[in-house]
């Protein structure tokens, strides 16, 4: 069973930064693709960024593109997610996923983390 675990997030004002990571463990990790979310009070969870096993193919939604980089580091089981230029509407609690699959990644992964709490106040 994979086990992951975010941490980094907490309260920014508007156009700032968070790094939100996430720690893999119980697997190898570079079976891999990892991938974030998030969830706003009474909205559908929504896809935010993927990455493929070796971190050479990342994907993103238009909604974060430019603003959101994730990035993983095998040697450590980590996958980060770097958020600049911070909205309002980028509250919500995200969450790390894995899944074998690139593609499954980004529409219904495997493993899910717990979830950390991003507030971005204006």
């Known amino acids: 069973q994979l086990q992951l675990g975010e941490s980094g997030g907490g309260l920014v004002q508007a156009g700032g930064s968070l790094r939100l990571s996430c720690a893999a463990s119980?697997?190898?990790?570079?079976?891999?693709?990892m991938g974030w979310f998030r969830q706003a009070p009474g909205k559908e969870r929504e896809f935010v960024a993927a990455i493929s096993r070796s971190g050479g193919t990342t994907y993103y939604p238009d909604s974060v593109k430019g603003r959101f980089t994730i990035s993983r580091d095998n040697a450590k089981n980590m996958v980060y997610l770097q958020m600049n230029s911070l909205k309002p509407e980028d509250t919500a609690v995200y969450y790390c996923?894995?899944?074998?699959?690139?593609?499954?990644?980004?529409?219904?992964?495997?493993?899910w983390g717990q979830g950390t709490q991003v507030t971005v106040s204006s």
């Open positions: 996923a894995a899944d074998t699959s690139y593609s499954e990644v980004k529409i219904t992964p495997a493993y």
């Open positions: 119980g697997r190898t990790f570079s079976n891999y693709a």
